[in-house]
């Protein structure tokens, strides 16, 4: 690791409040397969396998926090809280509040189609951090670091009457019975600024299962999600 590096991680570690003993740690966690690939490095040189423990440690965090705080709450409900709080798009908006796509290390190809603004490439990435966290400082530093940056969120969900939404069912059933990855993309805007309507597709996989429009992307996403449930065969409440 050369010397602007190694400033550059001190610097970014003063804006996750993790002082690292070992900084390679987090240089991994910021290092995606494609730059690894790209410099013929190896695997532990890349933070896939980070990733894979983070993605454990970040669930046993939030199921942890929820089963503590929530007594009254059955496991279904607790199980829907969790999925919407550790999905892509909320790890993504954490990395992109942390300023992860700055320290990101990927390849040219990668870096020229937007990689670093990728919800996928930045999702991994946060659990990667949070997989250095937990292997540098422990379990307890690691749960700070998680629960500073969700707890609000979970507070939210918790508290929604109406979050027991079509989005993290579709959630909760395809990581219980698919194993695909899903996925929201706009397919349309209609409509001056102050007005838009917004069209979205949710993918599993590459394979489009539904379809929705609404006045707010996150209404275009519920009912692209219900669309889903629908064609899965899943039973939903209107």
Do not use: W
């Amino acid at each position: 690791m050369n010397s602007e590096r190694k400033k550059m991680l001190k610097d970014f570690q003063e804006k996750l409040g993790v002082h690292f003993n070992k900084l390679e740690l987090l240089d991994v966690a910021l290092t995606h397969s494609s730059y690894a690939n790209q410099f013929n490095l190896t695997y532990n040189d890349h933070n896939e396998r980070l990733e894979f423990l983070g993605d454990s440690v970040l669930s046993m965090i939030v199921s942890e926090y929820l089963y503590k705080k929530y007594k009254n709450k059955p496991e279904g409900k607790l199980t829907r809280i969790r999925a919407g709080v550790v999905c892509e798009s909320s790890l993504a908006e954490i990395s992109r509040r942390l300023g992860v796509n700055r320290y990101l290390r990927i390849g040219k190809g990668e870096e020229l189609s937007g990689g670093r603004e990728k919800d996928s490439l930045l999702a991994d990435a946060c659990e990667a951090i949070i997989a250095a966290v937990y292997l540098d400082r422990g379990f307890e530093k690691a749960r700070d670091f998680v629960l500073k940056n969700l707890e609000q969120k979970i507070e939210l969900f918790s508290e929604s009457k109406n979050y027991n939404d079509f989005k993290s069912k579709l959630q909760e059933y395809v990581q219980k019975n698919l194993a695909a990855a899903i996925k929201y993309n706009i397919s349309g805007e209609f409509g001056p600024d102050h007005d838009k309507t917004f069209e979205i597709e949710v993918y599993l996989d590459n394979k489009c299962y539904g379809r929705g429009t609404g006045k707010s992307k996150k209404e275009a996403e519920q009912l692209a999600a219900k669309q889903a449930l629908k064609v899965l065969g899943v039973e939903i409440n209107d």
